[in-house]
């Protein structure tokens, strides 16, 4: 460990990557390579996108689910409240999609900034120099854990998908 707190460069270089701003992005990077952090930078920052895809998915199949049933009569929930909760799992679901397709953006802006730009004394490119895919990396995590929760999810979310599935289907080709 070099000592340095991961989580400080993270925000230079992610406030750059929200806003879609290469200039920025490609200023933070060249600093974290000089100071010799880019790549745990590019990892924690992959790491963190990563670890939101499951979790937000996690919470937009199981969330919507749990607050929907509460105050349901004993033995099984309304046509009412089926409704209700149907529309909220797939407001969530598109919520999750927007985030993932911004998320990726983000790390195109990321991937295209460490293609382009050069190690000044190994004329590497950044993506050479911190050894990671970015987009690999992101578009594996995203689809793990599609694999993951659509193999646990409730068999009433798992029913709605079903139901609907061409709207499910348009839901995961719209993130590509």
Known sequence: SSGINAEWPLRPGTQGLSSFNQNQTSTALQVFNSIGTLQLVVSKTLQSKCGSVEQ?????????????????????????????????????????????????????VLHRTLVRRRDASSQKTLLEECNVTPIQTYVSA????LQQELRNVNSSAKQALNMEYPKALRLVVSLW
């Open 56 to 108: 937000n998915l996690k919470s937009a199949l199981s969330g919507s689910y749990e607050q929907s049933y509460n105050g349901a009569a004993p033995g099984g929930a309304n046509i009412g409240n089926t409704t209700a909760w149907r529309a909220s799992l797939w407001t969530s679901l598109d919520k999750w999609s927007n985030n993932i397709s911004s998320q990726y953006n983000q790390i195109h």
């Open 142 to 145: 995203v689809s793990s854990a």
